[in-house]
């Protein structure tokens, strides 16, 4: 996906990354919120719906994740 507009993280606007985790409301006026792994970013961030574009690309779990801890994804062309 694709961070597209975000007031609390303008530094990231552009830039691709991963949904790690979706939050799961209780009741129907909140919405929910995604964890979201940007490229070249050491930290999860959370963004809400509206924040975020699919670009059509699948990741690999390997991409993320090598034996219990978290990478960098490299190699990355946007």
Known sequence: MRITDSP???ELAGRL???LCITEPKGPEVPPAYAVMADDY???VQFERHELAPTGRDRKHEDYYYVGRVSKV???TT
């Open 17 to 19: 990354g991963a949904i």
């Open 8 to 10: 609390r993280r303008p």
């Open 42 to 44: 050491d930290h999860t």
């Open 74 to 76: 490299a190699g990355v």
